[in-house]
């Protein structure tokens, strides 16, 4: 049985980090993509960034330039790392794998883990 397990979420203030961790279990996913999607209270669930089994990597705009996806395929472990973060962050943060690589909508995510919470404050 797969799962995935974020950690790595908490409560920092306007301009701080956190890491997100997001661990495989059940199955390889060396071919497949990894992505974190985000989704704040009332909203809909968003892409935030996406690495292929390579270590392609493609970001939504308002986050380019401050987090960065990275993955370690040995340990099936999936990182983003969130730098210069903004109240506008602020949501649950959710990793999923994709047998499809780029891809942004959440229909095309095969699994998904349980979510960790991220809070920015001002």
């Known amino acids: 049985q797969v799962h995935l397990v974020e950690s790595g979420g908490g409560l920092v203030q306007a301009g701080g980090s956190l890491r997100l961790s997001c661990t495989a279990s059940g199955r390889t996913f060396s071919g497949y993509a990894m992505s974190w999607f985000r989704q704040a209270p009332g909203k809909d669930r968003e892409f935030v960034a996406g690495?292929?089994?390579?270590?392609?990597?493609t970001y939504r705009d308002s986050v380019k330039g401050r987090f960065t996806i990275s993955r370690d395929n040995d340990k099936n472990t999936a990182l983003l790392q969130m730098n210069n973060l903004k109240p506008e962050d602020t949501a649950v943060y959710y990793c999923?794998?994709?047998?499809?690589?780029?891809?942004?909508?959440?229909?095309?995510?095969?699994?998904w883990g349980q979510g960790t919470q991220v809070t920015i404050s001002s």
């Open positions: 999923a794998v994709s047998r499809n690589y780029f891809v942004r909508t959440t229909f095309e995510y095969d699994y």
């Open positions: 690495i292929s089994g390579g270590g392609s990597q």
